[in-house]
Every structure is written in structure tokens, then in C-alpha cells.
């Protein structure tokens, strides 16, 4: 008879085997999942597990700018016809403006969680881009055209972020040279005669049209790509048909010599292109994506019809634009899919065609279930972004989980609501007869703007007794560009470091060479920030403090012709207790970002990349004067749609 302690090892052990059989069962269910998800009979005779991938990004094409979607849309064979050899999304979701997409392109995550709203530092190291997974998949990976996906370091460049080589600009000013004193506010995108950098080299001007140099750019790079020995990812990212409206003379002579005849000759150029790009590769090995970064501008003609709004806007048609995923003999052709698809789902979509897992917490879901059997998407809410400096506001736009409703707050104002199953143009609000909707979707917007607004860091014990240290998201974390909020929750302090003369100052928390928070008996907290001291004497050292240090650093804008503007503002228990609202010196460069946060005696910090506000505060929006009769009594009312500094505060010494 088995003694009670070998009874219980046996005991242990059986569970211990059945434990591990069940982790092993539920991985086997995992990969079968995945296959099912490529089962098709037409790749059985196919060796296509790494095929070649084709990402074209065009700028500002709307919804009715192409006759893939549209039979109202402007001539595009070349683009209808990649249409009619894949699947064609007529409910694709982008972004509202060309850089926040992109990031989302990059990352598969939504561009606030990388700080873009709609400008941002750059994407952080801890969330791969699709060059990095491919590269690491063993792919050659090549981009041709426009980053615009944070530019400030050589850290944020494309050769840092994944591709093995590139050639093309970091944004749309470049391409009229170097920014100086003499031409800020006078530079302008240009088509003729760019200027263009290769492999992150000196701007070298190039002679010809924009659009010709890059297309004929890729195909060379394409012939080189498809002799090599190693599968391929290709992003090409065209500047057309962005303004300005500048198409070669060989398609402008084509059409009347107006606005829109220029810019239907800037689209036909663009379609010509795509046309030669997909001429030099090899499409049944090629995955090819086609998408728009945005809505059009509605400049020279409706681009967005039947949908309202435009780019830049918070509407339908600011953020509905083509997506077409094709590759002939795998995926069905001339399908139309209806579904709610966004531009983050690319990301996963292309690593499902590799057999390459995404990372964790993609926002992105693997489009190949609706691709080869018409599977429903996870129904999930989108909310896109805007801050907007000059008032302290937030411009939104809130897709439910159904699809059928759209809130939309336009520069901060209280929201329309959009029932978009009754009127899919969204146009008309039904705010008004809908105020428990309105208020439901409202309530779901800021929990999703909060979760995407936090950093989320990593800790580890400092060389200081009570001393925590904070790492990551390090251009985000660092009051360095564009919003920012730290939370510290400290206190009490030991009675011993109270309990000193009151020359004595006391470190509580900062990052070395960035910002210091000092506790001078006394007298109260400072906090030192660059050149700028803020101050609050309300600190309470016999208990727990809730301290929110957050501001907003504008780097010199690409046309602005006046100095940037930038503000601080030091908060302590929801209460605004000082604010320098013209920082003249911005903090943190090149190696201080790396630097660690740190908080002395016991406590805690929180990070998010937004500036923080609130009511109980002044209020003054650097506006022109006819709209001050709008905003004031909107903010005095507390209807200003506004990042509240109560919800960071509502975190810290619970």
C-alpha cells in the first residue's frame, strides 16, 4: 500500500502530465485554426508559403476617384482591373490625414498608441513594423516613396525601422529641399525636378515628374528584387494625387486645361504607373495590396461621393477609402466584400500570407477568413483622433461596433451622430432624437481614447532604496515632442527626510538631463524642465500625493512662418497649480530619451502621450476673436470635448 506523501507525488504527477497534455492539445487546435484558415483548394498544387509582397500606398485617392469601386469614379483600368483579380473592400476605414495611416499601416495598431493625433515622434522600437517581421521572416524588404511616419531622428528613418534599403523623401516639404530661416513658410510639395534622399543620404535633386522617377525607380529595383534569391516586400508609397496638382504634360494634355481636368490627369498618371508596377513582377507569386491613405481633399472635384466629409474631416468620407487585396489563382476574383475592414488589418493580413505569427496586441485582425471564405471580422469600435494645440481640444470620430452609427466631434464641439444603416453618406446628424446613443457611444469613446493614450512601460528597482525605474516608449515617455503626461503618486515621506532644515531639498522623481521634481520643506514642490520651473506649495508630505506633470512641445512646423508654441502645466490633486504657456527651450535629445524615469521613496508613475486639461482651469484658445463667442462658453459649460486631467488622476493614490 502507497504511503500518503507517494500517493500525493503520484497525485501531482498525473495532473502534471494532464496539465501538460492539455497545453500541448490546445497548441495542436491553435495551428490547426491557423491552417484552416489557408485551406483553399487552389494553393494544394502551389508552393506558396513565402510569396512576394507588393504594398502600394497612393496619397488622397477618394472613394469616387478610382471606377474600381465607383462607376461614377475617374478612369483607372489598371487599378479596376487589379480590382477584378482580387477582393475589393467597399468598407475600408483609413485615417483622416496621411501620417497617423501610415503608422497604422507600419504597425497594425492605432496611431494614437504610438503618440500621432494626427503629427507624433516617431514609431516606438517596441512595436515592429511589418519590415522588421518580414525582415526577420527573411525577407528583402525595400521602400520607394514617402515615410511621413515621424522624421525628427535618424532613429524614426525607414533604414530604422525595417527596410534593407530605400529610396524616396520623409515628407511632402522635402521634396523642395532643406528647411532653413531663409524658406520656411515658403517651401511646397512639388512634382518637378524633386528633391530625394537614397538610403537615408543627403537630399540630391533629381530631374523629371515625382510620379515617373519613383515608378521607374521600383521597376528597377522590382527586376533586381525578382533575380534574387530571397522573397521580397515592396512598399511603394506615391506622393499622387496629393496637391499640388502638378501631372506630367503628357497626361495633362489629355484634358481640359481646369482643376478637375488637371488632377483626372494626375489620377490617369497614377493609374499608368500602378499599370507598369504590376507589368514587372511575377503576379501569381505576388501578394499585392492597393490602398488609400486617407479621403480626398474634395478640392477639384467630390472625391468622396456618395460619402460626406472629407481629409482632415471627422466624417465617412474623410477615413472611407479603396482597399484591394489581390494575387491571382489564391484569392477569389472580382469579389466585393461589405464588411467593416481598417487599414490595421493590412499588418496581420500579410504576415498570415507568410505563416508568420503578429506580435501580441495588434489592434489589426488577419483579413484571409473573409479572403477565402467569407468569414465575419470581429466586430470591434474605431476611433480616430486630432489634438489641436490652440484650443486644448480633441476633434473625434467614433465608429460603433455595429457599423451603424458614427460620433463625430469637429475641432472639439459637442458630437454628431450618424446612423449610417439609414443614410450611409453621413450627413445628416441624428444627434438630436438619439441622446441615449449619443451619450452611450460617448462613454465608450473616452475608455477607448484612454487605452490608447497610455505608455506601457517597463520597472525594475533602482540603486536608491525606494527607487523605481521606468524604461520604454522612450519618445513618448520623455517630454521631448508633442503631448505628454506624467503621473507620479508619492507619499508620505519617512519622517526622517521631513524633518530637515528647509534648505534641503529633496529629489522625488525624474530623468536625468530632462526634468527633476523637488520637495524643499516648506516651501512645496518644483518642477525644473528645461529652462521653465513650475511650482505648487500644496504638497503634503504626512500623505499620498497625486502629481501630474504634462505638457505639449510643437517642434518648428514644416511651413509654419511663426515659432512654434508650447506649454507646461504642473497639477496636483486635479488642480491646475502653475503653467508656463510659452516654453521657450524643449527638453530631451538624443541620448536623454533612453534615460530612465525614475521615483524615489516608494512611488509610483504613470505615462501617457497626451497633454492633460481641466475645467476648473483658465481658459484662453489662441484663436481669431469671431470664434471666441463659440469655444468659451463651450469649455464653460464643460461640453469642450477635452483630455481631462481626472482620468490619470482617478489612477493615482487610489
Not at 370 to 382: M, P
Not at 494 to 505: A, C, I, L, R, Y
Request: charged share 20%; glycine share 8%; net charge negative.
Amino acid at each position: 500500500m502507497l504511503s500518503t506523501s507517494s500517493s500525493t507525488l503520484d497525485d501531482k504527477y498525473s495532473k502534471g502530465i494532464l496539465l501538460i497534455a492539455a497545453m500541448f492539445f490546445s497548441w495542436l487546435l491553435t495551428v490547426k485554426n491557423f491552417a484552416l484558415d489557408w485551406s483553399d483548394s487552389t494553393r494544394e498544387s502551389q508552393d506558396l508559403t513565402q510569396p512576394n509582397i507588393l504594398l502600394i500606398v497612393v496619397d488622397d485617392l477618394g472613394y469616387d476617384d478610382t471606377s474600381a469601386i465607383n462607376s461614377s469614379g475617374l478612369p483607372t483600368p489598371n487599378i479596376k482591373q487589379l480590382a477584378q483579380q482580387g477582393v475589393t473592400f467597399r468598407r475600408h476605414y483609413a485615417d483622416a490625414t496621411c501620417t497617423p495611416s501610415r503608422v497604422a499601416i507600419l504597425t497594425g495598431r492605432y496611431p494614437e498608441r504610438s503618440g500621432f493625433r494626427p503629427v507624433g515622434p516617431e514609431i516606438p522600437a517596441e512595436f515592429s513594423t511589418i519590415a522588421e517581421k518580414l525582415s526577420t521572416a527573411g525577407y528583402a524588404t525595400y521602400l520607394t516613396g514617402k515615410w511621413h511616419a515621424g522624421e525628427d531622428r535618424v532613429e524614426a528613418w525607414p533604414g530604422n525601422k525595417g527596410f534593407d534599403q530605400w529610396f524616396g523623401f520623409l515628407n511632402q516639404w522635402e521634396l523642395a529641399g532643406e528647411v532653413s530661416d531663409l524658406n520656411v513658410g515658403n517651401r511646397r510639395p512639388t512634382y518637378r525636378n524633386p528633391m530625394l534622399r537614397k538610403n537615408g543620404g543627403e537630399l540630391t535633386p533629381y530631374n523629371g515628374h515625382l510620379t515617373d522617377i519613383l515608378t521607374d525607380h521600383t521597376i528597377h529595383k522590382l527586376q533586381k528584387l525578382e533575380a534574387g534569391d530571397k522573397p521580397w516586400f515592396l512598399y511603394h508609397a506615391f506622393l499622387a494625387p496629393h496637391q499640388p496638382i502638378q501631372p506630367a504634360q503628357r497626361f495633362k494634355a489629355r484634358f481640359p486645361d481646369t482643376p478637375a481636368g488637371k488632377y483626372s490627369a494626375l489620377v490617369s498618371q497614377l493609374d499608368d504607373s500602378v499599370g507598369r508596377i504590376l507589368g514587372a513582377i511575377d503576379r501569381s507569386n505576388t501578394l499585392v495590396v492597393f490602398v488609400s491613405d486617407n479621403g480626398g481633399t474634395n478640392r477639384e472635384r467630390n472625391n468622396n461621393f456618395p460619402f460626406y466629409g472629407k481629409k482632415g474631416g471627422v466624417f465617412e468620407g474623410s477615413f472611407r477609402t479603396p482597399l484591394i487585396i489581390s494575387w491571382p489563382g489564391v484569392i477569389q476574383q472580382e469579389k466585393f466584400v461589405d464588411s467593416v475592414v481598417m487599414n490595421v488589418d493590412i499588418y496581420p493580413t500579410i504576415l498570415a500570407s507568410v505563416h508568420t505569427p503578429p506580435p501580441e496586441n495588434l489592434d489589426g485582425k488577419n483579413l484571409w477568413p473573409v479572403l477565402l471564405h467569407d468569414n465575419a471580422i470581429e466586430a470591434r469600435y474605431r476611433s480616430w483622433e486630432t489634438f489641436r494645440l490652440n484650443t486644448s481640444a480633441l476633434s473625434f470620430s467614433f465608429l460603433s461596433k455595429s457599423g451603424e452609427w458614427r460620433l463625430a466631434s469637429s475641432h472639439g464641439t459637442p458630437p454628431d451622430l450618424f446612423q449610417l444603416s439609414n443614410d450611409s453618406t453621413g450627413e445628416v446628424s441624428a444627434a438630436d432624437q438619439n441622446a441615449d446613443i449619443v451619450a452611450a457611444l460617448t462613454a465608450e469613446y473616452w475608455k477607448d481614447h484612454w487605452k490608447k493614450s497610455t505608455i506601457a512601460t517597463t520597472t525594475q528597482t533602482g540603486n536608491e532604496d525606494g527607487q523605481t525605474l521606468y524604461r520604454g516608449f522612450d519618445a513618448m515617455r520623455t517630454p521631448h515632442r508633442y503631448g505628454f503626461a506624467i503621473g507620479i503618486e508619492i507619499g508620505p515621506l519617512p519622517p526622517t527626510e521631513v524633518d530637515v532644515p528647509s534648505t534641503h531639498s529633496l529629489v522625488l522623481a525624474g530623468q536625468k538631463n530632462v526634468w527633476e521634481l523637488r520637495y524643499q520643506p516648506g516651501h512645496g514642490l518644483e518642477w525644473h524642465i528645461g529652462d521653465s520651473i513650475l511650482r505648487d506649495a500644496s504638497f503634503e508630505p504626512s500623505r499620498c500625493n497625486a502629481i501630474i506633470l504634462t505638457g505639449y512641445f510643437q517642434p518648428k512646423g514644416h511651413i509654419a512662418k511663426r515659432d512654434p508654441r508650447s506649454q507646461i502645466k504642473f497639477y496636483s490633486s486635479g488642480f491646475l497649480r502653475d503653467v508656463n504657456r510659452n516654453v521657450d527651450s524643449v527638453p530631451g535629445h538624443g541620448g536623454q530619451l533612453h534615460a530612465p524615469t525614475f521615483v524615489n521613496f516608494d512611488g509610483k508613475a504613470l505615462f501617457s502621450n497626451m497633454m492633460l486639461s481641466s475645467f476648473s482651469e483658465s481658459y484662453s484658445p489662441d484663436m481669431s476673436s469671431q470664434f471666441l463667442d463659440i469655444y468659451t462658453p463651450t469649455f464653460r459649460t464643460k461640453k469642450l470635448i477635452m483630455a481631462d486631467v481626472s482620468m490619470m488622476n482617478a489612477e493615482l493614490c487610489k
